[in-house]
Structures are given as C-alpha cells and as structure tokens.
C-alpha cells in the first residue's frame, strides 16, 4: 500500500504521498471520471481504507471509537479523492505543494472557531 511503504508522520505528509501518487496515474484517474466511475472508486478506497485504518497509526489522529473512525475516514477520503478529482480534471495545472498548502489550510479554518 503506497502509504504504508512510507509512513507519514504528518497529515500534510500523507497528503504529499496521495498527490504525488495520483499525479504518476493522472490517465487512469482519467479514464474514471469520463466513464463516470469515480463515486464508486471514492467509495471502494474508503472501504479499503477503513478496513485498513489499525494498520496506519497517525499522531495526528485521536480517534477514539468506531463511529468516529468511520465519520473521519469517510469525510477525509471523500474530501480528498474530490480535490485530486478536480485537480486531475484541470491537468494538474497547480503546482501540487501549492494544493497540498491551500487544503491544510482549508481544513485548518473547518476547525477555527
């Protein structure tokens, strides 16, 4: 599994592995969204996640029980598989630092009260 090969210690870091990753399957990311498949590859890598999830343990992840296991995942990997979505969409045309910047601090502001 990409992720676990390099062990992220950081969020922003696993969100550098899902870019650069997806950006070397750019074409097959493609051919998804024009077959209009990528609700069911969204779901798939959420289920694949969630059934994973014990085996990537996160510092920055204080999940405490199950619910809040399946609420995190799903909202995580839908709203990324989203942005990388989009972000194929338009070719890649933003710099992916810039992506990775730009959504740590969107979800930054989620939580600013």
């Known amino acids: 599994m990409l992720v676990k090969k390099d062990s992220p210690s950081s969020f922003d870091k696993t969100l550098e592995i899902c870019f ?13 969204i024009k077959a209009h498949l990528s609700d069911h590859f ?3 890598f959420t289920h694949i996640f969630i059934t994973l ?9 204080n999940w405490d029980n199950d619910l809040q296991v399946s609420i995190g995942v799903q909202f995580a990997t839908g709203g990324i598989i989203n942005v990388l979505i989009g972000w194929i ?4 045309k933003i710099d992916s630092k810039i992506m990775i910047r730009e959504l740590m ?7 600013a009260q």
């Open 105 to 111: 601090n969107t979800i930054q502001d989620l939580g």
């Open 53 to 61: 999830i014990n085996d990537f343990p996160a510092p920055w992840r």
């Open 42 to 44: 969204t779901s798939a």
């Open 89 to 92: 969409a338009t070719d890649c």
């Open 20 to 32: 650069n990753y997806f950006e070397t399957k750019q074409y097959i990311m493609k051919v998804l």
